[in-house]
């Protein structure tokens, strides 16, 4: 290889070398980011517990855990003047390990767009179920060229009451058991006497497992009965409330609307509008207090304070995961810097949520479970019983 024909590819290699470590410290370079805290920690919220005023195993009430948003620049300093746009995915469906509320698995949870002035955006929300969530995140400027709009996924797990896992154990043993007692009577050598159909210890099971259906059959019909009652007595006339979503004072007229009912399952769509009476124009020196509540336990679901865009308005997607009726309350009051103060006052709406039922497909899967437990017990009582009826045999 001739001299110059050396430093050429010397000279290659030192330029294509800088060209790659450009690439790398640029794509190594710091960028904005969101910041997600909560509050309590991730690791000591649990899933909500269906039909209770509070936590299973704890004494304390039912509360929504905040989560608390923070855009921040490539040095970390809080970006300012921002647009945050949140939204909040459930764990994703599993047919074979499912949750408390199967309906609510893979599906969006809160979808919510507000300004940020201090790139921070703190929601409180209940979470339902056990599993990994993800908060899809989009920041942009509200002043055009502030920087550069950026999306980001931040994701957490939410661990399982740990009390499911010891009633759980408790319920195997119990199924384990049963299926044991079963197994060691009919492993036991019985001989069927003239007329008989089977064993006497045979047709002694089978009716205490007849029996047992029975009282399961009429405490199922009873539940229902009651279930029904109830049903119809919540269906009864309630007093008449302000269900408008009209309020006004002292010159600003605040109008909720959006979906009067929900499914669970499909995030409802809500809505603000806040605006001057006199002058008919949108209203953006106010603050907005959200509060969503379950009123048939009285528990949070949902809590947020907003301020409306430059149209005066709010909108956000949110689901109610437990069918049962909602009470959406806004209170409306001044901007504590603003130049116009006035008494605060609230608009409400009532939603009606629709339960809707576990698919027949998981009520098979968790029956199937406890029947394969159910067996393994038989199984192992029938083994231990003729194992010990054949040493019995021997001596």
Do not use: C
Request: glycine share 8%; proline share 8%; charged share 15%.
């Amino acid at each position: 290889m001739s001299k110059f024909k050396f430093h050429a590819l010397i000279s290659a290699v030192l330029l294509i070398s800088v060209v790659f470590s450009g690439l790398v410290g640029l794509s190594q370079s710091p960028h904005p980011t969101v910041r997600l805290t909560t509050d309590p920690p991730i690791s000591q919220v649990l899933p909500f517990e269906a039909e209770a005023d509070t936590p299973l195993g704890s004494h304390k009430p039912t509360s929504p855990t905040s989560l608390q948003l923070q855009a921040v620049d490539a040095v970390g300093k809080p970006l300012e003047n921002t647009k945050i746009h949140l939204q909040i995915l459930t764990p994703p469906r599993n047919i074979w390990l499912t949750t408390d509320f199967p309906i609510v698995e893979g599906t969006k949870l809160l979808d919510l767009e507000a300004n940020a002035p201090q790139g921070k955006l703190v929601v409180q929300q209940t979470l339902p179920i056990r599993g990994r969530y993800e908060l899809l995140v989009n920041v942009t400027p509200l002043q055009v060229g502030a920087f550069a709009p950026f999306e980001q996924t931040i994701t957490f797990n939410l661990p399982e009451n740990p009390l499911k896992y010891k009633y759980f154990g408790i319920l195997v043993v119990i199924l384990l058991i049963v299926g044991f007692g079963g197994g060691w009577v009919i492993g036991g050598s019985q001989a069927i006497q003239p007329g008989e159909i089977a064993p006497s210890r045979v047709r002694l099971l089978l009716s205490g497992a007849i029996i047992v259906a029975i009282a399961a059959l009429i405490f199922i019909n009873v539940n229902a009965e009651m279930a029904e009652s109830h049903m119809s007595h919540m269906s009864e006339p309630a007093p008449k409330t302000d269900n408008s979503g009209i309020g006004e004072s002292q010159g600003l007229k605040a109008q909720f609307s959006g979906d009067t009912s929900a499914t669970v399952g499909i995030p409802a769509k809500l809505q603000l509008q806040v605006t001057d009476t006199t002058t008919n124009q949108p209203a953006t020196d106010v603050l907005f207090n959200i509060k969503a509540t379950q009123l048939e336990e009285n528990w949070v679901a949902f809590a947020y304070q907003a301020t409306p865009d430059s149209a005066g308005q709010l909108k956000w997607l949110s689901e109610f995961f437990d069918g049962a009726p909602h009470s959406v309350e806004v209170q409306v009051s001044p901007q504590p810097n603003a130049i116009r103060q006035f008494q605060p006052f609230k608009v409400k709406k009532e939603i009606e949520v629709e339960a809707v039922s576990p698919p027949l497909s998981v009520r098979f899967i968790g029956l199937a479970y406890f029947t394969i437990f159910v067996i393994i017990g038989l199984l192992i009582g029938m083994r231990v019983r003729q194992l010990r009826g054949q040493r019995e045999a021997r001596t």
